[in-house]
């Protein structure tokens, strides 16, 4: 008689917010991953100012794509959040719509800094500048690849209504990772845009 009492439950949910194993993953991977673009940033600070000449060799990259890539964003990391807020409220509709449009805003991303890769002056192998812009951009990018595929999980997982007011802990902890994601461009952005202009 037991064993049917037991069998008519709802399974548990499992752990939420910091409780959950996979919220302590993320934060593990985030500081790893910080870590190492504090490695690659700290190079170009290092070497730019042990350069003997004109640092960037080639000036400034121009503001004219990275900007809008940086609100934009800036833009993804806002509708994650609200995303997140709407699927603790139990609205899987709002968390639809945050996702899509973080997607989109994502590719976009991408699609922007693609199109000013092939517009610079040098290649990866010009020079010191050449293969730090390269390398600390691309890896950033990699990263945001990472993010869109999350995205994709996270919205098919949606469209299949697991996710509630209840369980929800890897919306959370995709948001974590997108938020990671606009964090470290900005820092990537002050250091190659920002920094050279302001000598």
Do not use: C, D
Request: proline share 5%; no cysteine; net charge positive.
């Amino acid at each position: 008689m037991s064993e049917i009492l037991l069998s008519n439950r709802k399974l548990p949910v499992g752990s939420k917010g910091t409780l959950a194993s996979g919220w302590w993953g993320m934060i593990a991977l985030i500081a790893t991953e910080a870590t190492l673009f504090a490695y690659l940033l700290f190079s170009y600070f290092f070497l730019a100012s042990h350069a003997l000449g004109r640092w960037p060799p080639y000036g400034p990259p121009k503001l004219r794509i990275a900007v809008p890539g940086t609100l934009i964003l800036i833009l993804g990391s806002v509708v994650m959040a609200w995303g997140e807020r709407g699927i603790e409220r139990g609205k899987p509709r709002r968390l639809m719509a945050a996702l899509t449009a973080a997607l989109v805003l994502g590719i976009a991303f991408l699609a922007m800094q693609f199109y000013e890769w092939s517009g610079e002056p040098f290649k990866l192998s010009t020079g010191v500048y050449s293969s730090l812009y390269f390398t600390i951009t691309g890896f950033h990018m990699l990263h945001v690849l990472v993010g869109l595929l999350m995205l994709v999980f996270l919205l098919l997982w949606t469209g299949f209504g697991y996710f509630n007011a209840v369980r929800h802990a890897a919306v959370s902890i995709g948001v974590i990772y997108w938020h990671f994601v606009t964090v470290v461009w900005i820092a990537v952005f002050f250091t190659f845009y920002i920094a050279p202009r302001l000598g």
